[in-house]
């Protein structure tokens, strides 16, 4: 019998897998998330410079942080239409949840334009993770769902993340201002495109699952 981590869900996206050498990106059934609450609990942005724009259910305080990050992610999972869907992903590490790695596409058929979101635990941050985790999600991306753009914000002082969308070939598309806990910060915005992401196409990384996903995003590549 197989074990409840590779037991296929009858909602296709989460089966969806990316495999690379170093980690998993595996959808994020409501086990993995339970997995990761830990994390949540002990803190995923604890000190400035503050990372996320607001409203982030991470700013809160626990246990109201945890109740409040599980229902986004319950509330973003259910929220699919061919204009707008977010595909959740747990990283997993030496078969540990570590952090979270997301894909968003927001009308996609008109402009095949994706976004990532990700975060790390803090402690593994730092060891070239969340670049590995940002080229899965790319590959899904790129090759799974067949995207000609991908589209990365971060606060000017995010060095990490922005850092990992400079090193991936990104070029820099503009800034713009959100707030993060309540106060005016500047962001900078990053767009690869297909051509350039194909310059650095890895091919040690698998998907998984990824053709039963596409008619639930509105996505018929025969069509
Ligand atoms: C963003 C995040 C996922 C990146 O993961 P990470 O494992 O720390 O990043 P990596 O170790 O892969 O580093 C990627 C690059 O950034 C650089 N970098 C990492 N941390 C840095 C820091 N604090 N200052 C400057 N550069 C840094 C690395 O040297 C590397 O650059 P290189 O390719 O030239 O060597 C992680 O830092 C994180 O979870 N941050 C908090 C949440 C967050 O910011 N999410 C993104 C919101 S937009």
């Keep these: 019998m197989p074990s409840p981590a590779t037991r296929l869900s009858s909602y296709p996206p989460l089966n969806v897998q ?16 339970e997995r990761l609450v830990p994390t949540v ?17 991470l700013y809160k305080d626990s246990p109201e942080r945890e109740w409040s990050w599980l229902r986004a992610v319950w509330a973003g ?25 997301d894909l968003v596409g927001t009308d996609f058929a008109s402009f095949g334009t994706v976004h990532t979101f990700s975060w790390l635990d803090p402690d593994l941050r730092g060891r ?20 000609r753009y991908a589209g990365s914000d971060a606060f000017f002082d995010n060095h990490a993340s922005n850092r990992v969308s400079q090193a991936l070939g990104y ?25 350039q992401w194909s310059k650095n196409r890895r091919d040690d990384i698998e998907l998984v699952g990824v053709a039963e996903c596409l008619p639930v995003l509105g996505i018929h590549p025969s069509a």
């Design 18 to 33: 990316v495999h690379t050498p170093r980690l998993s990106l595996l959808g994020a059934t409501d086990e993995l998330l």
């Design 41 to 57: 609990r002990r803190g995923v942005a604890t000190a400035p410079p503050w990372p996320f724009d607001d409203p982030m259910s």
């Design 77 to 101: 999972r259910g929220r699919v239409t061919d204009s707008f869907w977010r595909l959740y992903f747990v990283v997993v590490v030496d078969g540990e949840p570590v952090g979270m790695q």
């Design 171 to 195: 070029e820099r598309n503009g800034n713009d201002w959100d707030t993060r806990r309540g106060e005016p910060a500047e962001i900078h915005r990053w767009r690869l495109t297909r051509e």
């Design 128 to 147: 070239g993770l969340g670049k590995e985790m940002r080229q899965a999600v790319l590959q899904l991306a790129f090759d799974g769902i067949g995207a």
